[in-house]
Structure formats: C-alpha cells, structure tokens
C-alpha cells in the first residue's frame, strides 16, 4: 500500500511539474518518460522528495512522512548513495513536510 502510494505521488508530482515548470519526453502514447538523467539530483528530483513528502503528511501526519522519507534514504544508503545526496533529500523532505502541514489537500 505505502509503495502504491509512493508511485501514485510521484507520478502526480511528474505530471504537475510537466505541466507546470517545464514538460519532459513524452512516448508513443503520451505518456512522460522519465529517466536519470532527467530526474536525478536536480529540480525535478527535489520537487518530487517535497511533494511526496508532503502528501505523506496529509495522508497520515508529519511523523509518518518523516519516517517514510528515512527509510527510503536507508535504501538509497544501502546502494551506496553519497552523503550530500541524502542530505539534499532529507532536506527535500524536511520542506515537503512543512508545506503538507500547511495544505488541506495534495491539490493545494
């Protein structure tokens, strides 16, 4: 369930930032192709830390979201991830969190 959750957000965050900052590739069928290299440790990779955090707060309340987002950089951590890069994310995450407080909605 949290996993399917954790998609359903990302893709959210994808297709607001495509609609709304700048679009990405689109494939055959339209849909947003996204990859390392247009995903990773950039714009896009920060937006998408934030929202889902945030909508883990607004699902469930910001201890949860926290926890989430740690053990997702646990995972990273076990593939190697360089430290600054989970610092970026935690902070991604810490922004998120706060924003999820704040909103009544993931739409807001």
């Known amino acids: 369930m949290?996993?399917?959750l954790k998609r359903e957000y990302e893709t959210e965050a994808y297709q607001y930032f495509h609609?709304?900052?700048r679009s990405f590739p689109l494939d055959k069928n339209?849909?947003?192709i996204i990859s390392a290299a247009t995903a990773?440790?950039?714009d896009v990779d920060a937006f998408r830390h934030a929202y889902v955090?945030?909508?883990f707060t607004i699902k469930y309340n910001n201890l949860a979201a926290?926890?989430?987002g740690q053990l997702n950089e646990l995972k990273g951590n076990l593939k190697d991830q360089p430290k600054e890069e989970e610092n970026?994310?935690?902070w991604n995450n810490k922004v998120g969190r706060e924003y999820g407080e704040k909103a009544s909605s993931r739409k807001k």
Request: net charge negative; aromatic share 0%.
């Open 30 to 32: 339209g849909q947003i």
């Open 88 to 90: 970026m994310d935690l």
């Open 53 to 55: 955090s945030g909508a």
């Open 40 to 42: 990773h440790n950039n």
């Open 2 to 4: 949290i996993i399917d």
């Open 19 to 21: 609609d709304n900052v």
């Open 66 to 68: 926290n926890i989430l």
